[in-house]
């Protein structure tokens, strides 16, 4: 196997692995003895799932966070640079996008250390894939401001730029505000603008739709208090 910082996806939720992974991404996560993770325990309880055979015990972790300095990645990478393998794994989905892991990627990249990414789910782009939306010209804007006349200000300037640039624009919430969000955007948006909410991607629960604003004054969400939910509006 080729020494380098793997990006490891994981699933959305509570999936089976089968279902969203390929069997390569287990045959490369068992070769790896180092593993950089936004938090130790879910990562460990993954990749028990990937292969019970596997002892957690031999393993070394590196924990990442938001809020982390960069600077405190250059020293998990030292393994890489001795010709070991790294993995990165987030909470959900894929690292670095939409979670933490971008910083060690560019630290990688500045060492001139070999970055490989695995095939996973995305739930960005799986939203886009089911909204109908354009998927050539996107954006992600992940969490937009909690303060609600700076979000009522922002959702108007992101439906401008979906008019005038014909681009879909995506944007996240905390699962417990996705209906306060919903609400701000019926109140804010026009009436002929889409609106695409897919909550709880790949999952049991899964619930993805898309209507104008006009259409979705007539229907009522389903609780997504506690399932995160991708907002897509466009054009």
């Known amino acids: 196997m080729e020494s380098a910082l793997y990006l490891i996806p994981v699933t959305l939720g509570e999936t089976?692995?089968?279902?969203?992974?390929?069997?390569?991404?287990?045959?490369i996560i068992r070769k790896i003895k180092y593993f950089i993770v936004e938090n130790v325990r879910s990562a460990r309880r993954f990749l028990k799932q990937v292969d019970r055979e596997i002892n957690i015990d031999e393993l070394t972790f590196y924990?990442?966070?938001k809020h982390d300095a960069p600077e405190r990645y250059a020293s998990y990478l030292r393994p890489l640079e001795e010709g070991h393998s790294v993995g990165v794994i987030s909470e959900a989905g894929c690292p670095a996008v939409a979670d933490p892991g971008a910083d060690v990627v560019a630290i990688a990249h500045r060492k001139g250390l070999r970055v490989i990414p695995l095939v996973g789910p995305s739930s960005i782009i799986l939203a886009v894939m089911a909204s109908g939306f354009n998927g050539q010209s996107f954006a992600f804007n992940g969490y937009l401001p909690v303060d609600p006349s700076e979000r009522m200000r922002r959702l108007k300037v992101l439906e401008q730029r979906a008019y005038a640039e014909h681009q879909t624009q995506i944007f996240i919430e905390t699962p417990y505000r996705n209906a306060k969000?919903?609400?701000?955007?019926?109140?804010v948006c026009r009436s002929q603008t889409r609106l695409c909410v897919a909550a709880g991607i790949t999952c049991a629960d899964e619930y993805i739709r898309t209507r104008t604003v006009q259409e979705w004054k007539k229907h009522s969400l389903p609780d997504l208090s506690k399932i995160p939910a991708i907002f897509l509006i466009y054009g």
């Not at 969000?181 to 109140?187: E, G, K, N, R, V």
């Open 181 to 187: 969000m919903f609400a701000d955007i019926l109140q």
């Open 63 to 65: 924990s990442m966070g």
């Open 16 to 27: 089976g692995l089968h279902r969203v992974l390929p069997d390569y991404n287990g045959e």
